[in-house]
């Protein structure tokens, strides 16, 4: 590659980074602004930060959005892998697509339909709207994510592991426990890690089935914003954004930890030949 | 593996599939059939077909569509092209992802600041001598502020695509004597087609019913799909028509990944 | 007195489009090495499968020890197989791996660890306990996917092509420490490979087969030097088959010349098949030799040289010598009675070994 066109690429990808992020730092910068609206900037301030942790509505449904993602994502990882375990275990390749489609309808669906549609099937069947109907949909939703996160981990597990260990003794229930569930355990992870992003970051599904009472992070800004600017939000926007950095430093210096120790073993296994 | 211990096992999931799946698409297209008194009618069909108000909405949602695909499409590729490239690539597509962890409504919202009247583009645009631009509540803030949005859906797929094809296709073709502009189009962009497909239904699909943007950013002037959807539904309570424009919706999802899904090659296990 | 350890009678195998099992009859004894040898898709691996419990026979009988165990699953079979790609568990070390099998059938940990240390001694890797999967080679990794199998001491290995994925000279020392290991541990072999080198190399018995059958069994010496077809000559070692007739005991005709041969108990003036091992055929001026052949190409193979020649029927002629002949030349091939051996078409294993034993000493 000449050095031209890279030099291209690189400023390039600065400014389409720079205009990524431009909006989130425009919202952290202004979290810490004196005024009250977006336009000026008028001096330095932690009122905003302030405001946002005496606002007891806002800290409830913080916590009630976090209780959402991490029970539902225990749940639907439970299922989404029983599922993977099933849709690999498919004799036919015709079930397998199948069922594989199926699987994927909620991941490409427009999230308005899957909202509208939940919404009939929790009155039709007289479920009250409010914190079981939004679990039981986020439930729904994630499922799918984590069977696509499973079953590739499945898919490279070689047959005669298993075989192998019915070989040795083991029954069904001592060949999923000790040989499969370990082998699977990265995809079981991810597959939790993206249920949890998708429940946070869920929108229209929520504003769909969530009725009066109960309501997440992501519905609560959309009433607030619709009223006009409150730059609590901002701040709001500050601390998570932090918190999914964080995460992101520290995925990627696990998977790198991670990377270097199976290199080095390998670097072993080559010098024992 | 025994059957009986075989069936416990997917039975959790089979249902979700019945309940979650089958059951509301079933209910949507059953719901299709209803008008608001509770009637058995074609006429939400009707209604749909023959109001020129419903015709457009819908070339208008596919339009936009359309358009916002392309967009991020076309600024994702490069992106995703350069970044494949670099050295420490995991993180910098670490970093492009990171910002769908921010809340969508966060983000849609510092548009509203950016973009206002006093906002920061505005600003700018005075700053370089521009007159200040009424950029709320168009069709151009709604579609640019969409694709900005869908960006890392489209990175993602096309990224992988990209570092799945093994270098030496890059060296044979240079050895057979293309230009790097020959090889891109002609070798990369080829064997990326299965990314560009899956990005493509990552995109365009969400695109055709996004409502909470459309009110956000585009007010009530820019009326889609799933703004009528989200009304019939949640205001007027006319679920039957409601459910009709889900079912539009639905068939055009199916004809989309019709076109956009890349078909397993058949080859013996 | 060696007893039966396993038997097969009249196991049929077959899926919806295809038989993969024909009336499989065989009896193993203890202690000796068995190979099942034949090409890919023979149905060798599907015997082994059988045997083991990963799949059922559609009919017939499989015994051990006596007892018929169609019935009972894989798990709880007295035998241990070595597979292909060794199927070591990645998420355990060595020491766990080795041991799994005795932790499911709750062995007190100190026998374990005294077990899993002999196994590990057994196959030389006795440093190798608290090692990753992931840093063995190929050779360390099929070694300790023995010591897995066999140190639950079951009284039959199953080995399926375990050798296949190695380099060639770690495949002959593999070759080597299978045998004394075999021989050593006094336990039932049962081999499955496509190598016939390997099966002649290692195996007390061989059955080979073909398209769900077994063809021909025996000793590897009996097998090499009788074979009893066509098959059977060519998928081990080198041949070379001609057509001819067998004009009356121990005289055989082909090419237009009558040969004296070792063979006999054919019908007068029978459709034959001719064998005659490369090894077997001395080069010699073409006056002095029973035939005559044109040298076509020569290859080096190191300990000798392998030479193609066609004779004036265009017949293809394999011949090694340990000495270069010249290219294009015409040459002479000699041999003795003892050298061809006569195959019958169709003959049943039954007759072909009756009809040996009327001549045989």
Partial sequence: MSNRSSKLGKIYIVIIFLLLYMPILYLIIYSFSKGTTMTNFRGFSLTHYGELFHDKRMLAIFLDTILIALLSSVFSTIIGTLGALGISNAKRERSRQTLLSLNNILLVSPDVIMGASFLIFFTSLKVPLGFWSVLLSHIAFEIPIVVLMVLPRLDEMSPSLINAATDLGATSGQV?????????????????????????????????????????????IYSRARQGISLEINALAGIMFVFSLILVIVYYFIENHNLVSRRKKDKLGVANQ | MKKSFRAMFYTPYMMWLALFVIAPVGLIVYYSFFNIS??????NYATFFRSGTYLTMTANSVLYAFLITLISLLISYPMALVISKLKHRDLWILLVILPTWINLLLKAYAFIGLLSHDGLVN????????????????DTSFILVASYIQIPFMILPIYNSLTDISDSYIKASHDLGATNWQTLTKIIIPMTMPGIKSGVQIVFIPSLSLFMLSRLIGGNKIITLGTAVEEHFLTTMNWGMGSTIGVVLIISMVVVMLFTNTKRKRGRN | MSKTIIELQHVYKKYDDFTALKDINFKLNQGEFYTLLGPSGCGKTTILQTIAGFTDATSGQVLFDGQKINDIPANKRQLNTVFQDYALFPNMNVFENVAFGLILHKVKKAEVAERVHDALKLVQLDQYANREISELSGGQKQRIAIARAIVNRPKVLLLDEPLSALDAKLRKDMQYELRSLQQNLGITFLFVTHDQEEALAMSDQIFVMNKGQILQKGDPVDIYDEPINHFVADFIGESNIIPGHMVRDYEVSFLGHTFECADAGMRPNEPVEVVIRPEDLVITTPEKGKLQVKVSTQLFRGDYYEILAYDMQDNEWLIHSTNATTDNAIIGLTFGPNDMHVMRYNETEAKFNSRLETYEE
Avoid: C, K, W
Avoid at chain 1, 189 to 212: K, P
């Fill in chain 2, 123 to 138: 600003n700018l645009f005075e700053l370089v001598g521009l007159p200040a631009q009424h950029m709320l509540f168009t």
């Fill in chain 2, 38 to 43: 509770h009637q058995f009618t074609f006429d």
């Fill in chain 1, 176 to 220: 999923l426990s000790r040989v499969v569930l370990p082998f699977i355990q990265p995809g079981i992870i991810a597959g939790f890690f993206m249920a949890i992003t998708y429940s946070l970051d869920d929108f229209a599904v929520t504003f769909f089935v969530t009725g009066n009472g109960f309501t997440t992070l992501s519905v609560e």
